[in-house]
């Protein structure tokens, strides 16, 4: 990971996000049944100000193990004045989607981010004549005790928003 002096100012308030996370989730709908699923998150930067992001998960049996790939999504998280991020993803399944949010620092110690949190609410969601219907979400991540934290609530086939995924995630530290 790049040190925060060798980052774009404008990327500092989202540098904690910057590695690879993987960990495991819980998702359900009120049109599908309870399910786990595995995911490996990363966020990265090329120096320039915003970051490249990737999503890959796959649905896990009882022990854990995986079962077959579900979601994947990438995109760029662009970070805007007075902390506030603009998020553009596209998904494989036939979607591509505009995010806004806030992002906030809850916590620094010795020049690093060890709190942070950033809530988005989609604005647009395009979508191909083939994809299911979906109409928009709200996403929160959080960085709590090292760990990142998200969930994702979406309004689809004809359901209000509704509580949709969440997981918790860990740093994947390079030796």
Not at 2 to 10: F, N, Y
Not at 39 to 47: A, N, W
Not at 104 to 117: F, L, Q
Request: glycine share 12%; no cysteine.
């Amino acid at each position: 990971m790049p040190s925060p002096s060798e980052l774009p100012e404008q990327l500092l308030p989202l540098s904690w996000l910057i590695g690879t996370w993987v960990g495991v989730g819980v998702g359900g709908y009120p049109t599908i049944e309870e399910f786990r699923f595995g995911q490996e998150v990363s966020f990265s930067t090329d120096g320039r100000p915003f970051l490249s992001y990737v999503s890959r998960s796959w649905l896990l049996d009882d022990a854990g193990e995986r079962v077959r790939p579900t979601g994947t999504e990438t995109g760029f998280w662009r970070p805007r004045p007075d902390n506030k991020v603009e998020v553009v993803l596209a998904h494989p399944t036939g979607y591509a989607e505009v995010w806004y949010g806030d992002v906030t620092v809850t916590g620094i110690a010795d020049a690093t981010i060890i709190g942070a949190r950033v809530e988005l609410s989609s604005d647009v969601v395009a979508r191909t004549e083939s994809a299911k219907d979906y109409t928009g979400g709200t996403r929160l991540y959080g960085l709590v005790n090292g760990e990142l934290l998200w969930r994702y609530d979406m309004a689809a086939v004809g359901q209000p928003l509704t509580a949709h995924l969440s997981a918790t995630l860990g740093k994947v530290t390079t030796s």
